[in-house]
């Protein structure tokens, strides 16, 4: 029962930003499907530069360049577009995330 509900907190901070993301820019066949994909391409591009290159702000500069090419490339629209898309993505988790934890600290 806990892996589901990590499975399914997992889903919505990762999966429902960029299918956020794809309604403010008007992105055509951003399905739910297709953007548990780009999670997952997003994923694959943040390991490999965090082990080719090592941590810190240069990998994750190179992730978010890699990421927008995967995001232009997965759901047909030019670079800069994708680029906006893996942009505002991740500014919604970050939103997110201080919602979670400022919630979290009310509760306390």
Request: proline content about 2%; aromatic content about 12%.
């Amino acid at each position: 029962m806990d892996i589901l509900i990590i499975l399914i907190v997992l889903f919505i901070f990762t999966a429902i930003p960029i299918k956020i993301s794809a309604n403010i820019l008007k992105i055509e066949g951003a399905t739910i499907g297709v953007c548990i994909i780009a999670v997952i391409l997003s994923i694959i591009a943040n390991i490999l530069t965090a082990l080719l290159i090592g941590e810190g702000v240069f990998p994750s500069v190179i992730a978010f360049i890699i990421t927008g090419i995967f995001f232009s490339w997965l759901f047909k629209v030019n670079t800069v577009t994708g680029f906006v898309l893996a942009g505002i993505s991740i500014a919604v988790q970050l939103i997110l995330a201080f919602f979670i934890a400022g919630l979290g600290y009310a509760l306390i």
